[in-house]
């Protein structure tokens, strides 16, 4: 038995189906949903945690794959160095939780942790690397 952690991107066409259900049912797989969203263009995203044999996940996430979902590694932890940052405001842009926004009034950074679903995509935009992921 092995364990992934994924971040899975539905779009708006599937975001209502029961895909992730199907994974439990036909691929015998166990999931723990960690964290979910659904942003204003209506796309979903959910962090996972998935556990089952290599040849059933891999399978599971053909399945997933084969239905529209995008599907990436997520890290464990995320550490955001707000003394580095330059609020330039791009990671704000990109962050679909809306877990990063820089203060109208102090122009620094804000970061919620709770919000956060380890998509990465900060990290890997930022001029002045004040966002790390940890694997
Ligand atoms: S990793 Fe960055 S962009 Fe992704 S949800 Fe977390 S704060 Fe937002
Ligand atoms: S991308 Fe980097 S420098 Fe720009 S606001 Fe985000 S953390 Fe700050």
Redesign the pocket.
Known sequence: MISRRLVLAFPEKIVTRPITYRLIKDFDLQFNILRAEITADIEGKMLIEISGTKKQIEEGLKYLENEGVSIQDASKDII???E?????????SLCITQA?E?NPVTHR?LFDKNKCILCGL?AN???????KLKI
Do not use: E, Q, R
């Not at 580095?84 to 704000?92: D, E, F, L, W």
């Not at 935009?125 to 966002?131: E, L, Q, T, W």
């Open positions: 955001v160095d707000t580095k940052c330059i609020s330039c405001g791009v990671c704000p990063l820089i950074l900060c935009s930022c001029p002045v690397n004040a966002i």
